[in-house]
């Protein structure tokens, strides 16, 4: 059964930890890239992708749902529904690839947990979506994996760089530059940015495009 | 034939970027385990590791060479002897598990290379010690894929977010608080480390032990 790819977005003022460096506009363009890049991966990899939008959005032959719910909230009320399985893959892992995610859908465990960077949860996979409930605020990864022993769901959890990285901070900018094949990492250095070694670390500066 | 797992290491005075919340001497104790952990994780990988160590040092049953030289030029001097396999290992990468080694030194192309956080190196497993020459100044993940390629070696670049994330700063220590099962991590909570999530990202907090 082909795994529905649920993908939380958000259209208006996203990424707003990176207002520093960019405009709205330009954020807004940059979160709609990483979510083609998340798309193009999901769908890769024969999953179904459905993006969850906080405002009406559209996305070339993708479902989209609007939501105004929270994020847990949104994804469970959609989750009661689903016995099929079912991938929660968050729209700001443009690192992404087929392979990344079909190590993931081809775990043999209930529940396959893909961590984040800082103890965040990038991409639940569950063979039965609406076996589980998902509670991101906080230490959202230690939360998942209780939520699914104390709903005696077997647990694996999934060992990907490429996935780990998230992009919410001007340092995460590094890595998508360096490692980046896709939308995203083009539009970034569209803008002018571009990795940079200073004092022994690697961070990124911002020419004129 | 097994492969040399070569780890540098500095006794003395490392990882002065945590210098704001552990003392010298914790530092010193820290970066021992953390080794400590590497260590198990080659060894039981089934490689044979060689600690590179800027300063005298002795580890229990492991074969320590002391050198006064730069990283590249150190790991250079070593690799020029090596005609069989040799994993170059950085020893602050405590979530190393046998299974991510073991899916490294697996690899089939000459060079694999394990990305570390912000362009840095954290692997590199040569079929071929003599192969190849480290660069470790700078973007060293970009500079050892030229290496690569100007040598005509086929290139292998390892998705693993154990062996992506490496210690430096103190927002480092979450996931090693999170996902740690080796000494480091329960050293670290010895000293009174907890995740802590504040305004929905998650930190370190130090009570006192």
Redesign the interface.
Known sequence: MTPLAVIPFRPLNPKSRLSGIMTREERELFAAAMLTDVIGAVTAAGCTPLVLATTPYTVASVRVRVTDADLSTALNTLLRDQDGPVLIMMADIPLATK??ITAVISADADVAIV?G????TNAIYLQQGSSFATDY???S??KHCRIAEERNLSLE?I???????DIDEE?DL??LL??GTGESAALLRSFGFQ?I?MK????VIRSSP
Request: hydrophobic share 30%.
């Open positions: 392979e990344a961590p960077r800082g103890g965040g605020y906080g230490q990864f230690m959890v060992d990907s760089f490429r996935l780990y990285v340092e590094v890595d360096i490692h990795p070694s022994g670390r690697v961070s």
